[in-house]
């Protein structure tokens, strides 16, 4: 069993920064990528960006190219998500998604980021 739980989400004025937690625990598992997904108020789910766990590649959303940057903790088995000069279109639940080894996806519960003066 792998669990994933995120955090660092909140209210945040436009040009601002929020940095996005999300730990996954549990036992004996191997992680091959971990990706930041959205989900907006009508249910649309689109990917942010991405990382895999091995080399470290990256991949982003054009929405977000420039302004946020992934990183991983491979110790920690933590993904980062640093968002800057955020925008009032960036306001949704962002979830953690991530491809487990020989067990499949898991995905986070989500937390919310809103952007608004």
């Known amino acids: 069993q792998v669990q994933l739980v995120e955090s660092g989400g909140g209210l945040v004025q436009p040009g601002g920064s929020l940095r996005l937690s999300c730990s996954a625990s549990?036992?004996?598992?191997?992680?091959?990528?971990m990706t930041w997904y959205r989900q907006t108020p009508e249910k649309q789910r689109d990917l942010v960006a991405g990382i895999t766990w091995g080399g470290g590649s990256t991949k982003y959303a054009d929405s977000v190219k420039g302004r946020f940057i992934i990183s991983r903790d491979k110790d920690k088995a933590t993904v980062y998500l640093q968002m800057n000069n955020l925008k009032p279109e960036d306001t949704a639940v962002y979830l953690c998604h991530a491809d487990i080894i020989k067990i499949g996806a898991r995905w986070g519960q989500g937390t919310q980021v809103t952007v608004s003066s």
């Open positions: 549990g036992s004996n598992f191997s992680i091959y990528a």
